[in-house]
């Protein structure tokens, strides 16, 4: 909408004739040709129609409503049916814990590399080790300071796959492990959320 005229434009009923039709000259003074068109495809308003409310057009009671407002903005990619959501979210730890590691488990954490993605920083490297760039995997599992803190957890004989496989399978694979550590005597998937 060009400024000078859309200052005169106080409703959608300025925009109309004295016959209560669109003004082309008024709208040709404002729009350009393929806005003009599509606003010439809707009927103009009239007096008898309803005021004009706020609706939410994407349930059926169109009232706004977050679990649609969520489900749209994933564009219908949520599955509360998913075995990682499920193992996540039925485990008994906080609540923060299980939150920490949903949000880690589709990588939403904000690591350095992501930092630098989003031009927020200049330097991608862990703030710990300062060798390696900071990504999920390295600043939760692999960096040299955090493997010292696993590694007083795990026994010798599962410290080489504790480290060796893709971040999302990592997490599930420990999630799901309710085996009882033999030294600790808690479940390993509640030292590994609490841990992590
Ligand atoms: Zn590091």
């Given at each position: 909408?060009?400024?000078?005229?859309?200052?005169?434009?106080?409703?959608?009923?300025?925009?109309?004739?004295?016959?209560?039709?669109?003004?082309?000259?008024?709208?040709?003074?404002?729009?350009?040709?393929?806005?003009?068109?599509?606003?010439?495809?809707?009927?103009?308003?009239d007096e008898?129609?309803?005021?004009?409310?706020?609706?939410?057009?994407?349930?059926?009671?169109?009232?706004?409503?977050?679990?649609?407002?969520?489900?749209?903005?994933?564009?219908?990619?949520?599955?509360?049916?998913?075995?990682?959501?499920?193992?996540?979210?039925?485990?008994?730890?906080?609540?923060?814990?299980?939150?920490?590691?949903?949000?880690?488990?589709?990588?939403?954490?904000?690591?350095?590399?992501?930092?630098?993605?989003?031009?927020?920083?200049?330097?991608?490297?862990?703030?710990?080790?300062?060798?390696?760039?900071?990504?999920?995997?390295?600043?939760?599992?692999?960096?040299?300071?955090?493997?010292?803190?696993?590694?007083?957890?795990?026994?010798?004989?599962?410290?080489?796959?504790?480290?060796?496989?893709?971040?999302?399978?990592?997490?599930?694979?420990?999630?799901?492990?309710?085996?009882?550590?033999?030294?600790l005597g808690?479940?390993?998937?509640?030292?590994?959320?609490?841990?992590?």
């Amino acid at each position: 909408m060009y400024d000078s005229a859309a200052s005169q434009v106080q409703q959608v009923s300025d925009l109309l004739d004295i016959h209560d039709q669109w003004d082309i000259v008024k709208l040709s003074s404002m729009f350009n040709s393929a806005v003009i068109s599509h606003i010439l495809s809707i009927r103009p308003p009239d007096e008898s129609d309803m005021h004009d409310k706020l609706i939410w057009g994407l349930n059926a009671k169109n009232a706004f409503d977050i679990k649609f407002a969520y489900a749209f903005l994933n564009g219908g990619t949520w599955d509360s049916e998913s075995r990682c959501w499920k193992v996540i979210w039925t485990l008994q730890v906080p609540q923060r814990l299980r939150l920490f590691l949903w949000i880690s488990y589709k990588d939403k954490l904000m690591t350095n590399v992501e930092h630098c993605r989003r031009s927020l920083c200049q330097q991608s490297l862990c703030h710990c080790c300062h060798a390696t760039p900071e990504t999920l995997t390295h600043s939760l599992r692999d960096c040299k300071y955090v493997k010292g803190i696993w590694s007083r957890l795990l026994l010798p004989q599962h410290f080489d796959s504790f480290f060796c496989c893709d971040f999302r399978s990592w997490l599930v694979i420990n999630v799901v492990n309710a085996e009882l550590h033999p030294a600790l005597g808690i479940p390993w998937h509640l030292l590994f959320a609490s841990t992590l």
